[in-house]
Every structure is written in C-alpha cells, then in structure tokens.
C-alpha cells in the first residue's frame, strides 16, 4: 500500500521540490543583490568621509540604494511568505499521511489483538475441555473404584 502512496503523491513531490528549488535560487539572488546594494552603500559612506562627492549627491544615491534595498526586502518577505505557505501545504501533506499510516497501524494493531482475543478464547476452551475430561476420568476411576469395593464385598460376602 505504501509503494501506491509513494506512486500516486510523486509528482506532487517533484513538483514541490522543483518550487523549493526556484525559491532557493531567487533568495540566493535577492541575497546577492543585497549584498551588492550594502557594499555600495559602505563605499558611498567612504567617498562622503574622503570628500569625493558631497553631501547633496550623496543624499540622493544613498536615498536610491536604500529605496532599492527596501524593495527587495519585501520581495524577500514575499518570497518567505509564499514558500511558508508552500511549507504550510507539504506539513498538511505530511501529517495527512502520517495519520493515514497512523490509522493502518491502529488497525492492524486492532486485528493483532483480535486474533489474540481469539487465540485465547480457543485456549480458554481447550482449557474447559481439559477440564471436562479430567473431571470424566475422575468420575470413571471413582465409578471403577465403587465397582471394586462392590466387588471386594460380594467376595467378602460369599465368603
């Protein structure tokens, strides 16, 4: 059962794994772009302290690089979001075949015991039947012992 599981939920997975991997490569570049826009924000810095620009044209470049910093970090926070959901959605997954495994495992474990209920249920009366005979056999030597007795009197008797 657990090979058509994993046949039927494969291209869910693959399809899954192929979203995880464009979500990894667009973070990495929104990393990398970050990355870029910080380095050239700690240049900016560096040419204002060594006077290479001054301070109007400093404001407006630093103004753009943070604009283009801000904006890819809600791109960042989009992406985190909809990967969330994507996680969200794989977890529901998962857990639904955890509880599905959950279900066969309870059930068989239900059958276990059902046969074992049975098994000792046969004991048990195999038990009974034992002591069914025993209590014949008792009977019959008890029955073979008054016979003797019977029999040890009438000898006594005619004697």
């Known amino acids: 059962m657990l090979i058509v599981d ?3 939920f494969f291209p869910v997975k693959g399809i899954n794994w192929i979203f995880k991997q464009i979500h990894e490569i667009a973070e990495e570049e929104l990393a990398g772009e970050g990355d870029r826009i ?3 924000l700690t240049e900016l810095y560096m040419m204002l302290e060594t006077g290479q620009i001054t301070e109007e044209e400093f404001d407006q470049q630093e103004k753009v690089l943070l604009d283009r910093l801000d904006t890819l970090e809600e791109d960042d926070d989009i992406i985190d979001n909809e990967t969330g959901e994507e996680e969200e959605e794989e977890e529901e997954e998962e857990e639904e075949e955890e509880e599905e ?5 309870e059930e ?4 276990e015991e059902e046969e074992e209920e049975e098994e000792e249920e046969e004991e048990e009366e195999e038990e009974e039947e034992e002591e069914e005979e025993e209590e014949e056999e ?3 030597e008890e029955e073979e012992e008054e016979e003797e007795e019977e029999e ?8």
């Open 6 to 8: 994993d046949i039927l």
């Open 108 to 111: 068989e474990e239900e059958e």
């Open 152 to 159: 040890e009197e009438e000898e006594e008797e005619e004697e």
């Open 101 to 105: 495994e959950e279900e066969e495992e």
């Open 138 to 140: 008792e009977e019959e």
């Open 38 to 40: 910080r380095n050239s």
